[in-house]
């Protein structure tokens, strides 16, 4: 088959991950006989340093065009402490996020068995593990109305969800729970906030449609706590914007390194996917940052904008074959041999 895949290698450790995921999804490409066209394009802090502007059409357009996009970080310490800067990198994420229509954001942790002594939790806690979180991502707190009022005195940012945007997201969540052990739980604040309620009330309302799936409803607050007592007693998450950010940073460090978790964001135009740790600005350019989670996400990508299950599973056990033999970064060597980030990337490559 033919791909043409948009690259958003982005800011900070972004382009170093991204060179690895594109040269194992080559490899999966060669040995599986398809064609990757690779198209990349501006975004993030690099995007405003050439353009002015961190999603400027141009990189819009290419996204649009493309069978997925594959991106890596956006983020830039010049920006995180000026809380005057008229244009953020962040913008570009959240208005990307917006256009491409991207409203789910699949967030998965699972556990690897050679890493359970790396967890910060203790090993009978995480064994197990395999658990999903659907983030809406385009609604919420994160795009309502926001300002400030009384001369700059009171701050806002309303938190408004519709509906329809709480159907399409719990959907995908009931259909995802229904293709594992259908058990869904649904993440909410409901005992205080309004639009907790309406999430609820509609989630409830849906449950008639999957009578297969075993629906829970629990408060954020509590969720929180239980993710880092018993993690591995829930299956599939389903929440809005802020409560799954948070959510799940809280989740990613589970299996040992936050380097190590994918992540996929679906919509109505496109499809993405990036590793959920950030730009990681300390690490740019020092050939140390983690890929996996970056080619792990290039794995999600043959899995579900192509449909091609086996191309996921040779790089899955590529993955898993380098953590069990030590081909890993410094976060996760423990005292033992570190290798550079282009190095796990041609181990990986090498190994599909
Ligand atoms: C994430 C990030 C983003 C978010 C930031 C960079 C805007 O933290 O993808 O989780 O808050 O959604
Ligand atoms: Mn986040």
């Given at each position: 088959m033919k791909f043409n895949i948009a690259l958003l290698a982005g800011d900070g450790i972004g382009p170093e991950v991204i060179d690895q995921a594109v040269k194992v999804s080559d490899a999966v490409a060669k040995k599986f006989g398809h064609d990757i066209t690779w198209k990349p394009a501006l975004t993030g802090a690099a995007a405003i340093d050439a353009v002015?502007?961190?999603?400027?059409d141009s990189t819009h357009d290419v996204c649009v065009a493309a069978d997925a996009v594959l991106f890596g970080a956006i983020g830039h310490p010049?920006?995180?402490?000026?809380?005057?800067?008229?244009?953020?990198?962040?913008q570009g994420l959240l208005k990307m996020r917006k256009k491409l229509g991207l409203f789910a954001n699949v967030r998965p942790t699972f556990t690897f068995p050679s890493l359970l002594?790396?967890?910060?939790?203790?090993q009978e806690r995480i064994e197990g593990t395999d658990l999903v979180f659907l983030r809406e991502l385009t609604g919420g707190i994160y795009f309502g109305e926001k300002g400030r009022r009384d001369n700059g005195e009171t701050a806002f940012d309303n938190c408004v969800y519709t509906r329809a945007e709480v159907q399409r997201l719990a959907k995908k969540g009931f259909e995802l729970a229904m293709t594992r052990s259908k058990k869904l739980c649904c993440v909410d604040k409901a005992n205080v906030l309004e639009t907790s309620r309406l999430w609820r009330e509609t989630v409830q309302a849906m449950e008639k449609d999957y009578p297969e799936v075993e629906v829970s409803y629990e408060f954020v607050d509590a969720v929180a706590m239980r993710l880092v007592q018993w993690p591995n007693s829930y299956d599939v998450l389903i929440t809005e914007n802020l409560f799954g950010d948070i959510l799940t940073d809280e989740a990613s460090v589970i299996s040992g390194s936050m380097g190590l978790m994918p992540s996929a964001s679906m919509g109505t135009d496109a499809a993405l996917f990036e590793p959920i740790h950030g730009s990681y600005p300390q690490a740019?350019?020092?050939?140390?940052?983690?890929?996996m989670a970056t080619v792990l996400s290039a794995a999600m990508m043959f899995e579900?904008?192509?449909?091609l299950p086996e191309e996921g599973k040779a790089i899955r056990n590529a993955v898993n074959k380098a953590l069990a033999e030590g081909i890993v970064t410094e976060d996760l060597a423990d005292g033992g041999k570190a290798y550079g980030t282009k190095e796990v990337g041609d181990w990986l490559a090498a190994n599909i």
């Open positions: 002015g502007e961190p999603y400027p010049r920006y995180d402490n000026d809380p005057s800067a008229k244009v953020r990198p962040e002594d790396k967890s910060p939790l203790k740019t350019g020092l050939n140390i940052a983690n890929p579900t904008a192509f449909n």
